[in-house]
């Protein structure tokens, strides 16, 4: 086995924490640095993660010190979105092998496409953490779509909340995974805002519907707060059956399975019930198993060992896409037709074009949980 690659992390939040528990129970990787604003942040990072021989971090306030002054194979980018592209550029001009940048892969498409061609400059891997393309259930039915078991793909329906570029991010990168990453045509879709909330201090509906259309025929349908319902699973439906997806299982039904047939993935944390205690909130098989499973084949990919990863950064900007091509087609009221064209935040112009007035004045943000102190907006100026 080669020599372990050294991370710095950038961030250290609870996403960074995702990171790093895939990473240290990957075995492929030592923890040497960490950047963040809050000492304390990183003191309680470090109490985390205490009982991993290959975690020794450094601390740094500042990221850019942190990449200077550190010898790292693998920067680890888990802040708010709009650090995402800051970050990685300086990350990529540094003169490390890859980056593992949280989702949404940034907050408009021009600066996702930014990241992509400095990384491709400077040779640098970029991957987006859309862990659940690991998820042994996502897997299961991405097999049984692809064996034929429900026929040609009609429609994919999912269930969202709390804003498309944070929430359903992660669904429209379901959808093409499940497809075969098959490409999104065009996109139909409109929102309503009347309270003037951020995530992560990008602006956010409060409802929305998105419909997209797939190469093929396939089509889908992202249902955001209208209904009480959200999660991460999808009702699928084909020509020859239908396919009920969770996080854990998958139910099946078609002329041969004479009724609903419910099928357990083969995953490790599902298998073994393994509990590592590190978020009551996560379910193990999705967001742990799915960690562990995307740093292993980060590793093998940065080190040359495949040159296929499935969280390339290309995916990571489609899914971007998809979701800003519903706040584009509120805007333009039209059909959306992909690639996109409008690289700025669509919502951010409805909203400053007074296209979006707020019924239910007060700004706020609905992560504002996870800062420090006495903070109640993010720190995306000292970036």
């Keep these: 086995m080669a020599d372990k690659l050294r991370v710095g992390v950038i961030g250290c939040g609870d996403m960074s924490r995702n990171h790093v528990f895939g990473y240290l129970r990957a075995d492929r990787y030592e923890i040497v640095a960490l950047a963040d604003l809050s000492t304390e942040a990183m003191k309680d990072f470090d109490e985390h993660f205490a009982e991993y021989s290959h975690y020794k971090a450094e601390h740094f306030t500042d990221f850019r010190e942190m990449l200077t002054q550190s ?33 949404p892969m940034a907050d408009t498409l021009g600066a996702a496409a930014d990241m992509r061609l400095v990384c491709d400059r400077h040779n640098v891997k970029l991957g987006i953490g859309h862990q659940r393309r690991w998820n042994p259930a996502y897997n299961l039915a991405k097999d049984m779509i692809a064996d034929g078991e429900i026929g040609d793909v ?5 269930f969202a909340r709390d804003g498309l570029p944070n929430y359903s991010s992660h669904q429209a990168d379901m959808f093409r995974y499940l497809l075969g990453d098959l490409e999104c045509l065009w996109v139909m879709g409109n929102v309503e805002r009347e309270t003037d909330q951020f995530a992560r201090s990008i602006p956010i509906e409060d409802k929305a519907l998105g419909h997209f ?4 025929g396939a089509q889908a349908i992202i249902v955001a707060s209208l209904t009480p319902r959200s999660g991460w699973g999808a ?23 004479g009724g609903w047939q419910q099928h357990f993935p083969d995953g490790d944390f599902q298998k073994n019930g393994e509990d590592t205690g590190f978020a009551v909130a996560y379910d193990n098989v999705d967001v742990q ?13 940065v080190s040359g060992e495949t040159d296929y990863f499935r969280g390339e950064a290309q995916h990571g900007y489609k899914a971007l896409e998809m979701v800003h091509a519903v706040y584009e087609s509120a805007r333009t009221h039209t059909q959306v037709q992909l690639p996109m064209k409008t690289m700025v935040h669509p919502l951010e112009l409805m909203i400053e074009e007074g296209d979006l007035p707020v019924r239910y004045p007060g700004k706020y943000d609905i992560r504002n949980r996870s800062l420090r102190g006495e903070n109640t907006a993010s720190d995306e100026d000292n970036v």
């Design 71 to 103: 010898t790292l194979d693998v920067v680890s980018i888990g802040v708010w979105d709009k650090g995402h592209k800051p970050m990685t550029l300086a990350a990529a001009a540094s003169g490390v092998k890859a980056i593992l940048c949280e989702k």
């Design 154 to 158: 009609r429609m994919i329906t999912a």
């Design 213 to 216: 259309g797939f190469e093929g």
């Design 235 to 257: 009702w699928i439906t084909g020509s020859e059956g239908m396919i009920d997806l969770s996080l854990n299982d998958v139910k099946l039904s078609n002329a041969r399975s």
């Design 289 to 301: 198993e799915a960690a562990i499973a995307q740093a292993r084949d980060f590793a093998a990919w």
